[in-house]
């Protein structure tokens, strides 16, 4: 794909027919692209039925595009689905101030999945992990035997390591992990059958009785990680000094490093961003959440899953770590036309990309939020937002919208009511 900006002037001024064509000529988008994107039958009734059960008709969300995110040094327009008012703009202006200090930069893991094979009643725990140990290339010659596609792009069954759980209320266990590089794929399929596979042997060596043969979503050997610099002047804004906004961030991060009840809001906002990413590209965002929420507890006290400091010169240091199980191929990402879609005006190439890039629009939402609690707080944003909202619900149309809804939102009075009375008076 050609290179190209992620920079578009003006989009939230356009209707979205506009803005659907900025898109696709910043990012050379086929019409196929354009119409699954637009809604139009993006997902037919016939392959709806395909995905799930009883299906009796589709639900829809918006589909946004983030502007201005450069990761790695390269462009990226985000496509992202939500409810939320307030997520796609938050993003956009973190990633436009992130933007002139140099960008987001990430590495991830390569992207190795677990799966659990749950062995119980054998006789001998500790002895049954050190012949399964034993076994290690035995076990892993099998797992690699069905997937020979997987092997060829240079995935497949890595290692193994076995836990042992002396004391449970159905006496002692044993549990096999299998370690799968599964590539471009989440995986699940994948790691799934290669434990059901294994089980009967794994049975055997360990002298027990299998039970569980289940992926893990704590993906923690596919860790992704993301990280901006910002300067305090770039963090200026109205009446607060650049230099105490980056302040007021750390504070406010070091209380969700600390309490969990704030922890969990903290991340919260993170999975604003990342999940519109994760839903808008098809993939199961579910599993990416259950991993977030299990990685941030992993000290055993559930925390912050970013961090926010001061680097030597003063500078504004945001990082992000976590499992990001994330798939370019099977499942929905291959069925559902707008999640290629998708996929292709991202632009990335390998799952990994995906992981890296989802990372960072994470990060951009977090420093949105903690940028926002930490200086005029939250709802005047989401007040003026909210007011949009309002004088669209009045019939206001283009640049009427923001016209309106600066009006009723000064006037203290987001009502549908005010705002037609000033959609009146503007039209006079
Ligand atoms: C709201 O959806 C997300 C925030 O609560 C996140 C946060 O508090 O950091 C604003």
């Known amino acids: 794909m050609a290179e190209f900006s992620s920079r578009i002037e003006n989009l939230r001024g356009m209707t979205p027919q506009d803005r659907r064509a900025a898109v696709a000529r910043a990012a050379n988008m086929s019409d196929a692209d354009q119409i699954a994107l637009s809604g139009a039958d993006g997902l037919p009734q016939t392959l709806a039925d395909g995905m799930i059960e009883n299906v009796i008709g589709k639900y829809e969300l918006p589909l946004g595009v983030a502007t201005n995110f450069t990761v790695n040094g390269r462009d990226y327009l985000i496509p992202m689905v939500t409810e939320e008012p307030s997520v796609v703009a938050a993003a956009s202006y973190m990633a436009r101030i992130a933007r002139g200090c140099g960008g987001f930069t990430t590495s991830s893991d390569a992207p190795v999945m677990r799966a659990q094979i749950q062995v119980l009643r054998p006789g001998d725990p500790h002895g049954a992990r050190q012949r399964l140990l034993s076994a290690r290339d035995e076990l892993i010659g099998m797992a690699n035997q069905r997937d020979t596609v997987l092997i060829g792009l240079g995935g497949g069954c890595k290692d193994i390591e076995v836990q042992v759980f002396d004391d449970t209320p159905v006496g002692p266990m044993v549990v096999l992990h299998l370690l799968v590089d599964v590539r471009d794929a989440m995986g699940a399929n994948t790691v799934n059958s290669m434990a059901e596979t294994l089980a009967p042997r794994v049975a055997e060596i360990a002298r027990g009785e299998v039970r569980l043969r289940i992926l893990s979503n704590l993906a923690d050997r596919r860790l992704v990680r993301a990280r901006v610099e910002i300067t305090p002047e770039a963090l200026k804004m109205d009446r607060f000094d650049g230099d105490d906004v980056a302040q ?51 000290d055993g006290r559930y925390s912050s899953l970013s961090r926010w400091e001061r680097g030597a010169g003063g500078e504004l240091v945001g990082t992000l770590e976590m499992p990001m199980a994330l798939g370019l191929i099977g499942g929905a990402t291959k069925t559902h036309p707008a999640a290629q879609a998708a996929i292709r005006l991202l632009g990335v190439r390998t799952a990994q990309e995906l992981a890296e890039v989802t990372a960072a629009v994470g990060l951009a939402q977090n420093m949105a939020a903690l940028r926002a609690l930490a200086t005029e707080g939250i709802q005047k944003g989401h007040m003026t937002l909210h007011a949009r909202n309002i004088a669209i619900l009045a019939g206001a149309e283009g640049g009427e919208v923001d016209r309106v809804a600066g009006a009723i939102a000064a006037a203290g009075e987001v009502t549908v009511q005010r705002a037609a009375a000033e959609l009146a008076r503007l039209r006079d």
Do not use: F, Q
Not at 252 to 277: E, F, Q
């Open 248 to 298: 007021g961030i750390v504070e406010a991060c070091t209380l969700a490093i600390i309490d969990p009840y704030r922890a969990v809001t903290h991340n919260k906002g993170i999975m604003n961003g990342i999940d519109s990413v994760v839903v808008a590209t098809g993939n199961d965002w579910r599993a990416i959440e259950a991993g977030a929420h299990a990685y941030a507890a992993r």
